[in-house]
């Protein structure tokens, strides 16, 4: 069972474009984390996004996370090459044990 | 480095033999994690380390997968009578413990049974 649904599973768009990603987990998370992992690497935390509501901005890259805490988004403007790799949320889960999606994976071609 | 390392980076090895695979967490982290990631997929997690308290192993596929975690610091994870379906990249990673706190991946360790 998978406790945080992520879609897009694949996102493929042209330099430029605007995209955004979802993260709908099964239950309610006290918080989520969106990660950034590029080939051949680990994930690499981009942002944690904690109260209902919240909106985060991290350059061309904007979090929301809803209301009731039960979805959130990741939206890229302008996309670049750069932003290509697997986009991961994952929530908090019994204490410190974090539970990951199965990502959506971006390419953003030139 | 400061990172949390891996090693190997790269295994090789045939159907039925055992692997030890070693994660070197970012020093004075307590909490520590095992994800395994198959090709194109997002992360399985496996095992949770978190100080002193006994692990939380309910993400372990089978009972060919162990994990030890000696002095709070350095951990081993142990597939037995290996299969090819447990190919995959297994992925360490380690946090502070603390409530939000991020967790810092190492690059992981690629696993290819024959």
């Known amino acids: 069972t998978q406790l945080l649904e992520q879609s897009p599973q694949f996102l493929s768009i042209q330099e430029g474009e605007n995209l955004t990603v979802y993260c709908n987990p099964s239950s309610v998370f006290s918080s989520l984390q969106w990660y950034r992992q590029e080939p051949g690497e680990g994930p690499v935390l981009l942002v944690t996004?904690?109260?209902?509501?919240e909106v985060k901005k991290l350059k061309r890259l904007t979090f929301q996370f809803g209301d009731a805490r039960k979805d959130s988004s990741l939206h890229i403007t302008a996309a670049q090459p750069g932003d290509t790799g697997l986009y991961l949320c994952?929530?908090?889960?019994?204490?410190?044990?974090?539970?990951f999606g199965a990502g959506t994976r971006l390419t953003v071609k030139p | 480095g400061a990172g949390v390392s891996q090693s190997p980076s790269n295994k090789v090895t045939e159907k039925g033999k055992d692997v030890e695979l070693r994660c070197d967490p970012i020093?004075?982290?307590?909490?520590l994690y095992w994800y395994r990631q198959s090709l194109g997929q997002g992360l399985e997690f496996l095992i949770y380390f978190q100080g002193n308290s006994a692990p939380d192993k309910s993400g372990l596929p089978s009972d060919r997968f162990s994990a030890e975690r000696t002095g709070g610091s350095v951990s081993t994870l142990t597939i037995q009578r290996t299969q090819q379906e447990d190919s995959a990249v297994y992925l360490c990673?380690?946090?502070?413990?603390?409530?939000?706190?991020?967790?810092?991946f190492g690059p992981g360790t690629r696993l290819t049974v024959l």
């Open positions: 990673a380690s946090s502070l413990g603390l409530v939000y706190n991020e967790q810092f």
């Open positions: 994952a929530g908090r889960y019994n204490n410190n044990d974090m539970r």
């Open positions: 020093s004075g982290h307590t909490a």
């Open positions: 996004v904690v109260t209902g509501g």
